[in-house]
């Protein structure tokens, strides 16, 4: 942040090397090149490929017919793919606008859970000016370091990051603060306060499920200190301890298409419409939450993970929530933390760069002096709660339970090594992780699923992200090798060789080469352009190459951090992990009401199969 002369490194929510910073403002931004449109036969060919894993020779038979017709000369997929190559040729980004539609807010899932992550962050303590101890996430005693001056980031003055040389696009991080999500009847959009003239200068603190606006910046337009914002959060806990209110932000955790309806019923009264708009246009939001059940030491970072990921049901903190708002920070009274955020806006790398931003503030010892000035009490939003808004909030409450009791979060600290094994043996260690995963779902269902890995278009502008199919051939021939007695000998060679393929998909997908988002700008073209769906969309084999039972994705930070998010399918899992020097945080979740899935199983097979992998390498290390 240019602001507070912070310039560091930042790692992205994908299998990229650290990328580097420099202090040059955005001067790159309207150079960056266009995303690229695929060849139409390569992305066919690695489709045709990614399938033979997964179905069965009679089903590959016929999904190759179906592809012989679509590639026909002067046949329907030549013409969508000019349609798509002209279409890249008049727009800044091909995909951009398509894949927020489609991914985000055409779905009427509830963002809690099924698109919005949770993300834990470590304990720590400064001293404070008594010399005491104290956790600086303990909402109660003021050592919230939420100063305005570390957070907001002004239109274009973030340093350029660059990958090998070349700039990344710096887009999404504009669009993290002062946004929010507007739900609609059957679309949603998403407003973007921070691009005008005046940008908002608040954030939302809530507590007990009442929300206040909290002024970061004085009269002067200086940021408040620490000790400032301390008499300001103060003043919040101690006028909100009553617990009696009703939650009005539990509603903004139901489906989509149930809140646009409440939603348009709850603006109708002023005051409430006033409430709800001062929400959306704060900076982010601060969420004071209430004291947990106590828990075992085994289970208590499922039970923050979960906290972050949907507050705990309503009974907890699920009501002490705006689930629209793009970015809310979470702090408990045991002094757990953390944050979770609404997807539509960005992906992970702004995120993550925020998160390893402000725990490199938060643990600075510099004070700041605080002028002796009285601040105003932050104002308390007020909504007026008529009947009909009341059997709204309480039917959200029965959604909320239902989908809390439903998602098992399980956290697995992986502490045997970290990253540095990996490359010790010149491996990467995104795809070793991958391949441990692969490993871990063959053992437990003695069978491969598709496998969804996230990784970043951010070389390109406005570019979002693409798709790795982690699930292959090669992963398969791995997996299968490792339980067998008579591939002793071939066993590493095979890792090897499902490591090599691995890092060649994540190159191509990193620059615009991927299959899955060429295949979905495909059928966006045909959905606009032609009366029915080609075939191939139809295909059987299109839908199980589509139901991706893995849904992972690399946490990137240089925090101790833990992300979770929810699984894509209902028989299905959601993997986040965060490689660490010496140790690997995972987050497993999957769904209860499934008889099929178990994700505490799954954790301890992925144990024992980074176990079972490292042994392996060091037998091999040892006969060389």
Not at 523 to 548: C, G
Not at 580 to 592: E, G, K, L, Q, R
Request: net charge positive; proline share 6%; with cysteine.
């Amino acid at each position: 942040c240019t602001r507070t002369g912070l310039v560091k490194p930042c790692r992205l929510l994908s299998p990229l090397p650290v990328v580097q910073i420099s202090e040059r403002p955005l001067v790159h931004q309207e150079s960056l090149p266009k995303l690229p449109v695929p060849p139409l036969q390569q992305t066919c060919s690695r489709y045709l490929a990614s399938l033979e894993p997964l179905i069965s020779a009679e089903e590959m038979t016929h999904t190759r017919e179906l592809m012989d017709e679509f590639l026909r000369p002067g046949g329907i997929g030549e013409r969508l793919q000019k349609s798509l190559e002209r279409r890249a040729r008049k727009t800044e980004n091909w995909l951009s606008d398509w894949w927020m539609q489609w991914s985000y807010l055409d779905s009427r899932m509830p963002v809690a859970m099924y698109t919005s992550p949770g993300v834990v962050l470590p304990k720590m303590h400064l001293q404070d000016r008594q010399g005491q101890m104290r956790w600086v996430t303990k909402c109660t005693d003021g050592s919230v370091c939420f100063n305005g001056r570390s957070l907001l980031w002004h239109s274009h003055t973030l340093p350029v990051e660059y990958l090998g040389g070349k700039p990344l696009c710096m887009d999404q991080y504009y669009q993290v603060l002062s946004s929010c999500r507007i739900p609609g009847p059957k679309r949603d959009t998403v407003v973007n306060y921070a691009v005008g003239k005046t940008p908002p200068t608040h954030i939302t603190v809530v507590h007990n499920f009442q929300f206040f606006v909290l002024d970061v910046y004085n009269s002067d337009g200086s940021p408040l200190t620490v000790d400032q914002l301390y008499v300001q959060l103060e003043k919040i806990w101690n006028s909100s301890l009553q617990s009696n209110k009703e939650p009005v932000g539990i509603l903004t955790s139901n489906h989509r298409n149930t809140w646009g309806k409440a939603y348009n019923n709850l603006i109708k009264d002023k005051t409430n419409k006033e409430s709800v708009r001062a929400i959306q246009k704060s900076i982010f939001t601060v969420c004071l939450d209430a004291p947990k059940p106590r828990v075992s030491d085994e289970m208590y970072f499922n039970k923050v993970a979960a906290q972050m990921l949907h507050g705990g049901g309503s009974r907890w903190n699920s009501g002490n929530r705006w689930f629209d708002k793009t970015l809310q920070f979470i702090i408990g009274e045991d002094g757990s933390c953390g944050l979770t955020y609404e997807h539509a806006p960005a992906e992970g790398p702004p995120i993550v760069f925020l998160v390893d931003h402000v725990v490199d503030y938060m643990k600075r010892s510099e004070m700041v002096r605080t002028p002796m000035i009285p601040l105003a009490m932050p104002q308390k939003l007020r909504f007026n709660i008529t009947p009909e808004i009341k059997k709204d909030i309480e039917k959200a409450k029965q959604n909320m339970n239902i989908m809390v009791n439903d998602l098992d979060v399980r956290v697995l600290n992986f502490t045997h090594y970290g990253r540095k094994f990996p490359r010790s043996h010149k491996m990467s260690p995104d795809a070793f992780i991958q391949m441990a995963l692969q490993l871990a779902y063959y053992r437990m269902y003695q069978t491969c699923c598709p496998t969804y890995e996230s990784a970043s278009l951010r070389m390109f502008k406005l570019g979002r992200t693409e798709a790795i199919r982690s699930t292959t051939t090669e992963s398969l021939q791995f997996t299968k090798a490792m339980d067998d007695p008579s591939k002793h000998v071939q066993k590493a060679a095979l890792l090897e060789e499902a490591i090599k393929v691995h890092r060649k998909h994540t190159h191509m997908a990193i620059h615009g080469q991927g299959i899955e988002r060429h295949m979905l700008g495909l059928r966006m073209i045909a959905i606009e352009d032609l009366t029915s769906l080609p075939d191939i969309f139809m295909d059987t084999s299109f839908a199980v190459a589509s139901h991706f039972n893995l849904y992972t994705s690399q946490v990137g930070s240089k925090t101790d951090c833990v992300m979770c998010l929810g699984p894509m399918v209902p028989d299905g899992y959601g993997i986040c992990y965060n490689p660490m020097d010496d140790h690997i945080n995972f987050a497993v979740t999957a769904f209860n009401s499934c008889e099929e899935t178990n994700a505490t199983r799954l954790s301890q097979f992925l144990e024992d199969s980074l176990l079972d992998m490292k042994t392996l390498l060091e037998q091999v290390s040892k006969t060389q």
